[in-house]
């Protein structure tokens, strides 16, 4: 079965500094990966997605996430906070067979970012 | 850029009563997601299409909730009747296979009901 964690329900960083945000995950195939970000009362925005292509993922708004199998981790990182990077972030995975294109997300329970001035 | 539109935005009802949502997905996306994200969690599938066919509704309360997709294209989410737990963020998505694999899931912007 496949599940997420996603560590720390809130996270505040200062404006410029590093943002981390920790996604931990579970599944029985090997996955397919996501980090979507929601702001207030709007849908999910995909941010970036890991495919088995590169570990190292490069997704919109500088943000970029590492796959670590070894660690079942697929941490959301960003050199330098923006107060405009405030939001909901979650972090999916899919059962998705490869080749297939079915396949349903399983969603954290989100993590809140602030950024302060 | 093509979105996935949802109306209404905002639903107020009472509760026992009927509410509907409406989904259009973008075109040429086969797959459809209805989803239920409660304030404070992540999103949860209540049901998938793969055009007109439902493949996965294993978590729709069928008792009370019901989905189509009449032509595999637009979709509609109803609820008869509504309680006040049925208070969430009801969202559609839509997909398609990338040539890379890992099918990316395209998000409207949601329909936030309020049951009183």
């Known amino acids: 079965a496949q599940s997420v964690t996603q560590l720390g329900s809130h996270v505040s960083v200062s404006e410029g500094a590093l943002v981390l945000l920790r996604c931990n995950y579970s599944?029985?195939?090997?996955?397919?990966l996501f980090w979507y970000v929601q702001y207030p009362n709007q849908g999910l925005q995909l941010l970036l997605k890991?495919?088995?292509?590169?570990?190292l993922v490069k997704g919109i708004n500088g943000f970029e996430a590492e796959f670590k199998k070894s660690e079942t981790s697929f941490h959301l990182t960003k050199p330098s906070a923006h107060m405009s990077d405030a939001a909901e972030y979650f972090c999916?995975?899919?059962?998705?067979?490869?080749?297939?294109?079915?396949?349903?997300?399983?969603f954290g329970r989100g993590t809140q970012l602030t950024v302060w001035p | 850029e093509a979105e996935v539109a949802q109306s209404p935005r905002y639903k107020i009802t009472e509760k026992s009563q009927a509410v509907a949502f409406w989904c259009d997905p973008i075109?040429?996306?086969?797959?459809l997601y209805w989803y239920r994200q409660i304030l404070g969690q992540g999103p949860e599938l209540l049901v998938q299409?793969?055009?007109?066919?439902?493949?996965?509704d294993s978590q729709l309360p069928k008792d009370r909730f019901s989905a189509e997709r009449l032509k595999g294209v637009d979709s509609t989410l109803k609820i008869q009747p509504a309680e006040l737990g049925d208070s969430a963020m009801y969202l559609c998505?839509?997909?398609?296979?990338?040539?890379?694999?890992?099918?990316?899931?395209?998000f409207g912007p949601g329909t936030r009901l309020t049951v009183t």
């Open positions: 998505a839509s997909s398609f296979k990338t040539g890379t694999g890992g099918h990316e899931q395209y």
């Open positions: 599944s029985s195939v090997p996955p397919y």
């Open positions: 890991y495919t088995s292509a590169a570990t």
């Open positions: 999916a995975v899919s059962d998705a067979d490869r080749g297939s294109t079915l396949g349903r997300l399983y």
């Open positions: 075109s040429g996306h086969a797959t």
């Open positions: 299409f793969q055009d007109e066919s439902v493949v996965d």
